[in-house]
């Protein structure tokens, strides 16, 4: 996988919390809706399971990457598992060094530019903007009028009336997590159609 297909897809749908079971039928719903890009947060039950799982399923016709990798322990055994991207809520040289040593994307998490440039000069190939909830599009503008060269993925808060003032400022792309798949839902057929129908407007919204 390459940085091209972040760009191309853009949104990066986050599962959090959810067992195999159920992560299995979530991402059937994101599949059939459009969505190319899943991650799976490593504090999910069996979430290695799930990369794993996915991917024997979608292969190539989804990309499936582990999230919240805190350390570069995690890091290894997500990609064994097949992940496809390393994503994190911090930069954390030794996740970035493991994920780059298996030729894995790498996308840290950063807020300033301080920390945005550090995690860059670590050798991110994209950076998570976290959380951007607060700070709203006008922040990735700002950043990227001295950093015009990085390529950043803002990601908390992300939903229907923002996502395309993130991508109009320049942000490659987006991670959503609630504004597709809330955690703690009780995953049946009602909320499988929901979470359908919302990965439905929010790439209808993006094209």
Aim: hydrophobic share 40%; aromatic share 4%; net charge negative.
């Amino acid at each position: 996988m390459n940085i091209d297909l972040i760009k191309e897809h853009k949104i990066i749908s986050i599962i959090r919390g959810y067992d195999t079971e159920d992560t299995l039928k979530i991402v059937e719903q994101l599949y059939e809706a459009g969505i190319k890009l899943v991650e799976v947060t490593l504090n999910s039950p069996e979430a290695l399971k799930s990369i794993s799982d996915l991917n024997e399923i979608y292969g190539e016709a989804m990309y499936i990457g582990a999230g919240t990798v805190l350390n570069a322990e995690d890091c290894q055994q997500a990609i064994n598992a097949g992940a496809k991207f390393i994503i994190s809520p911090d930069t954390n040289k030794e996740v970035i060094t493991c994920t780059k040593n298996n030729h894995i994307i790498s996308i840290p998490g950063a807020l300033t530019p301080s920390e945005i440039t550090f995690a860059m000069n670590s050798g991110a190939d994209i950076v998570k903007v976290f959380p951007i909830s607060e700070m709203g599009a006008g922040y990735i503008k700002d950043i990227l009028a001295p950093l015009n060269e990085v390529d950043l993925l803002p990601t908390g808060g992300i939903n229907l009336e923002n996502i395309r003032q993130y991508i109009d400022v320049g942000a490659i792309g987006v991670g959503v997590s609630s504004a597709i798949v809330k955690s703690n839902l009780e995953i049946n057929r009602t909320t499988l159609n929901e979470i359908k129908l919302k990965a439905e407007k929010l790439l209808e919204k993006l094209n």
